[in-house]
């Protein structure tokens, strides 16, 4: 019997609106196909939304602004667990990629009026990353207008639910939710892109959406595509610790702060004397996301468990916008904490908080995985990062590879001749999974689920992991999945906005990638960039050099080391650890 | 004793209940709360049937907005208060709760057509100082959270089809665009431009602090007025030349002077309204007694000059 669903044909099924999601419809669309977007959230959203916008390209007008130098920096960055391939590409595109954006309207800052400015981060060698303002929800929109002038429609609350696949194979589309309504809808496409990275939400503590649950890892994973590196999640130093809404909203970077920052613990210790006594506070985000970790896990932070950054010796009137010197971060610290922690005068309580995904599922120089129809673009794709991200480069990531995506996507779309009749069996088995939330009567409610998975890996699998506490993690989680979940219950029977619902749906998904996640940081038993294990704490060149690989091997999750592509640049070059 | 803040928030699923009804929480307070923490405390501990939305945090996707206390705010932006109620935006379709559908708003809205230059910069990057940047950027912080929908009294009495704040202020970042040739002109006086009062209420509640009076309305007028005398300069003239002959401001004699006989008769069934509840005033009533006063203060008639 067929169930009641509503079946929507498209050439190409972008699935994420963010920054990736976009470009690439604008790419399909420019080709002349039929495109369709599907955002769980409404529109703008995503991580780029929420990101400063920092794009890293070479343009070559600042002496040692070199295509190589990029590629260099990111290399090193990723400790040269990334696919040398795909960054090629990116040093290569990613000029053209902002003149495109600029042609589609968005406004960078400039030196000179033909001048793009250009600043510097961590791990560059010379200031590369251009800007739109420290917000980037314009480049959002800009692409938005475009991508509609090219035709692309976009669904807004929608979330899908899984991928399709032909008898072949060959992904056919996405079942998918309306999350207004509640009807379930089946999207036919000729291919489909995956550009629902983020993942952020796995964490008790996130700079992420609140639609960051890992979907896009989880669908790819489940139907079958390859994912890489996932152990490899990215930190911040610095999150908003309270309003408890706020728990975890970027506050800013230490370097952003002034030139005296000081951060402490409860004792008022400065810290970071024990983990980088030469750096100090001016370390990378991952030894000074790590340092702060330990310090409030070993309980030397706060009673609200944080650290304290103390500005106060910083000469407050070397900004337009006070010490903070973005406008947004400055107004937002302003109105939830108050005028004088804006302004730097009284101390400021921070978190680490998780911000970024740097693994994800595995593409080549075309975007494609490793499933025929399906492609990947933005945060859902990797390995661009390897084991550690340049700043910058993530935004510049969706630009290049959601371009790529794109093209590449409309090009099979094309020539893919003959249209699938429905897979109802397929649709009504999704259909029933959906829907399964509702027969429960009480056990758990989503919510519940949710803050447990978030706690697991905050506590065992966030910024500093051990051999003990994964395994503990993974035990726990398949506890979750196995006498929990099947006891999931809702509050309301309404099929209208039921964010319960989703969140049914999302647990799913978390469940999902937390366990890969785990598993991946349990295989790589070393101490990498963003990965680090207390109990492997060096880093080991001799064993560590793969990327890790996960498979859906008839439910269960099949670990393997596969070589790393080190096309231009092998480990020795650089001396050890970069 | 934990202080508590007590909650009445707006319930309705079009579905299933006849009538929306209003539902009271009791959320232990503490300090530094906002309106989301109170939502998401109800949400974990009292009831996960209510639906409320938010995604972002950070005051970028604009899909947060509801009414508190009869205001229009973002609760990632508000402070919660001790005896608060919640309610969803008005003008728009109600999902469920304070969940509003907005697309038919967000349509019009982003209907503003994109920068559209004459042809592709041939220059790349295309040569634009940064100054001009940091004005072009203004109005683009909005973010379309509707909260200036929810205040404007123009679009109160126009209904929000007509007078959309968040739209001129899309086509002011636009018009005061060099290299847009898009008539914006024309764009932004179809979209009632002159309709704004510049009481700047729309200013109070936006989370971006976008001057609107003076950066989009006064920007857009200014626009207008550099194109001749159109729709907006008629209508300021026929308000001044009122002044000037009868010391007071007559509705139906402006919208004739200003809009045409053609648009007149368009709002006929609102002046039928005015006429039935006696506020129709006649454009043919006598000056005011104190009349050559006020013609001292606003001065000669463009004619006496």
Same mark, same amino acid.
């Given at each position: 019997m067929r169930r009641d669903y509503t079946t929507i044909t498209t050439d190409v099924l972008i699935i994420g609106a963010g920054a990736a999601g976009l470009r690439a419809a604008v790419e399909a669309g420019r080709k002349g196909v039929k495109v369709i977007i599907l955002n769980k959230a409404s529109f703008p959203s995503g991580s780029s939304n929420i990101s400063g916008g920092n794009m890293q390209a070479s343009f070559g007008w600042v002496a040692g602004d070199t295509k190589e130098n990029h590629f260099r920096d990111t290399v090193l960055s990723s400790k040269y667990l990334c696919d040398q391939s795909l960054v090629e590409i990116l040093v290569e595109e990613a000029a053209q990629r902002i003149f495109d954006l600029e042609e589609f309207g968005v406004l960078f800052s400039r030196t000179t009026p033909d001048r793009y400015a250009q600043t510097m981060g961590g791990g560059f060698t010379v200031p590369r990353s251009v800007m739109v303002g420290g917000r980037c929800d314009d480049v959002l929109r800009v692409l938005y207008k475009t991508a509609t002038g090219y035709g692309a429609r976009m669904y807004e609350q929608v979330m899908a639910t899984d991928l399709l696949r032909n008898q072949d194979g060959a992904v056919i589309g996405a079942t998918a939710i309306d999350i207004v309504t509640g009807n379930f809808m089946f999207f036919k496409a000729r291919s489909t892109i995956l550009a629902n990275g983020p993942c952020g939400r796995l964490f008790k503590i996130t700079a992420n959406t609140r639609s960051a649950t890992g979907d896009g890892f989880a669908m790819a994973y489940r139907c079958g595509a390859k994912l890489v590196n996932m152990e490899f999640m990215l930190f911040l130093p610095l999150g908003f610790i309270y309003p408890e809404f706020m728990k975890g909203v970027v506050l800013g970077e230490l370097s952003s702060f002034g030139e005296n920052t000081k951060a402490l613990n409860v004792l008022g210790e400065r810290f970071m004397q024990k983990y980088a006594p030469e750096t100090m506070e001016k370390s990378t985000r991952d030894i000074s996301s790590r340092a702060s970790y330990l310090e409030i896990m070993e309980g030397r932070g706060t009673p609200s468990g944080g650290i304290i950054i103390d500005n106060s010796m910083n000469n407050l009137e070397e900004s337009e916008n006070g010490p903070v010197r973005n406008v947004s971060y400055y107004r937002i610290i302003r109105d939830c904490l108050g005028g004088d922690t804006a302004n730097m005068k009284d101390l400021l309580e921070a978190t680490p908080t998780a911000l970024y995904c740097l693994g994800g599922i595995k593409i080549n120089k075309r975007c494609e995985t490793s499933v025929p129809g399906l492609y990947a673009a933005g945060e859902a794709e990797a390995n661009l990062h390897g084991a550690n991200r340049l700043a910058g480069n993530s935004v510049i990531e969706?630009?290049?590879?959601?371009?790529? %995506?794109? +093209?590449? #996507? %409309?090009? +099979?779309? #094309?020539?893919?001749?003959?249209?699938?009749?429905?897979?109802?069996?397929?649709?009504?088995?999704?259909?029933?999974?959906?829907?399964?939330?509702?027969?429960?009567?009480?056990?758990f409610k989503p919510i519940q689920l949710k803050k447990e998975i978030q706690d697991i890996m905050w506590n065992k699998v966030g910024i500093v992991r051990n051999g003990e506490g994964l395994i503990a993690a993974i035990r726990e989680l398949e506890g979750i999945r196995q006498d929990k979940m099947p006891t999931l219950y809702l509050s309301s029977a309404s099929k209208r906005y039921n964010y319960e619902w989703v969140e049914a749906m999302e647990v799913d998904n978390m469940i999902t990638v937390a366990e890969i996640m785990s598993r991946c940081a349990l295989m790589r038993q070393e101490s990498r960039g963003a990965h680090y294990r207390s109990d492997f704490s060096e880093t080991d060149n001799a064993n560590g050099l793969y990327e890790s690989m996960t498979l859906n091997q008839n439910g269960t999750v099949q670990l393997s080391k596969e070589p790393l592509n080190t096309s231009k640049m092998i480990p020795e070059d650089a001396g050890p650890d970069g | 004793m934990v202080k508590e803040i007590t909650v009445s928030i707006f319930r309705y699923d079009p579905e299933s209940d006849k009538h929306p009804s209003y539902q009271t929480y009791s959320v232990p307070s503490k300090e530094r709360m906002l309106v989301g923490d109170v939502l998401e405390y109800i949400h974990e501990n009292l009831d996960g049937s209510l639906a409320y939305r938010w995604e972002c945090r950070m005051r970028l996707c604009g899909g947060c907005t509801i009414l508190i206390n009869g205001k229009p705010g973002l609760i990632c932006r508000e402070q919660a208060e001790p005896s608060m109620t919640l309610e969803p935006l008005p003008f728009l379709p109600i999902v469920r709760d304070l969940v509003v559908d907005r697309k038919s708003l967000l349509d019009k809205i982003y209907s503003v057509p994109p920068l559209t230059r004459q042809k592709s910069p041939v220059r790349l990057p295309e040569p634009i100082a940064h100054e001009v940047i940091l004005g072009l950027r203004v109005p683009r912080q909005c973010v379309q959270c509707l909260a200036c929908v929810a205040v404007c009294p123009a679009t109160e009495v126009l209904t929000a089809d007509l007078f959309l704040p968040p739209k001129l202020i899309q086509i002011a970042g636009f018009a005061i665009d060099d290299r847009d040739t898009v008539d914006r002109v024309q764009e932004s006086e179809e979209s009632n431009l002159f309709d704004c009062a510049c009481c700047h209420a729309c200013e109070e509640v936006c989370p971006h602090e976008i001057n609107i009076s003076e950066k989009v309305i006064t920007a857009l007028r200014n626009k207008t007025y550099e194109h001749g005398i159109g729709r907006g300069g008629r209508y300021i003239k026929a308000f001044y030349d009122a002044l000037q002959a009868k010391g007071k401001v007559n509705a139906s004699g402006i919208l004739l002077r200003s809009q045409g006989y053609l648009r007149a008769i368009m709002k006929a069934p609102q002046g039928i309204r005015l006429i039935a509840r006696g506020k129709f005033v006649s454009p043919f009533g006598k000056p005011i007694p104190d009349i050559e006063d006020i013609r001292t203060i606003i001065g000669p008639t463009e004619q006496e000059k």
């Open positions: 969706t630009q290049v590879f959601g371009t790529r %995506a794109g +093209y590449y #996507a %409309a090009d +099979y779309a #094309a020539g893919v001749t003959t249209p699938t009749p429905d897979p109802v069996e397929l649709i009504n088995h999704e259909y029933e999974q959906s829907r399964s939330a509702f027969d429960g009567r009480s056990g | -």
